[in-house]
């Protein structure tokens, strides 16, 4: 059973960065599918990007195109999201989640539809003006 655990958040000043970590245990990540998505209180959850089991990286929500960057590191079994120039409005709580896929093909963070099968419990990310 795939498990997932976020790391790095906190509270940054508008501009700064940081880099969440995304570290799965249970299973390998050949066989998956791992994506971030975030939600902002009172608003609908939004896929960021993803990275598939062989490694591809899908496209970014165009809110953060240009300033964030997903990676993974298979040794050590953690996805990381790099996220730089950083601005209030992406104060949220950020979500690692794993969807079942062993193809070779690239991920996408949509349809949001449950097939998203795994998450971690979220962090938090405060970003101040």
């Known amino acids: 059973q795939l498990q997932l655990m976020e790391s790095g958040g906190g509270l940054v000043q508008s501009g700064e960065s940081l880099r969440l970590s995304c570290a799965a245990s249970g299973s390998t990540l050949a066989y998956y599918t791992i994506a971030w998505f975030r939600q902002a209180p009172g608003k609908e959850r939004e896929g960021i990007s993803c990275i598939s089991s062989s490694g591809l990286i899908g496209n970014y929500a165009d809110s953060v195109k240009g300033r964030f960057t997903i990676s993974r590191d298979t040794a050590k079994k953690t996805v990381y999201l790099q996220m730089n120039s950083l601005k209030p409005e992406d104060t949220a709580v950020y979500y690692c989640?794993?969807?079942?896929?062993?193809?070779?093909?690239?991920?996408?963070?949509?349809?949001?539809?449950?097939?998203?099968?795994?998450w971690g419990q979220g962090i938090r990310v405060t970003v101040s003006s």
């Open positions: 989640s794993g969807e079942l896929n062993p193809a070779s093909h690239t991920c996408a963070v949509a349809p949001d539809n449950g097939r998203y099968r795994y």
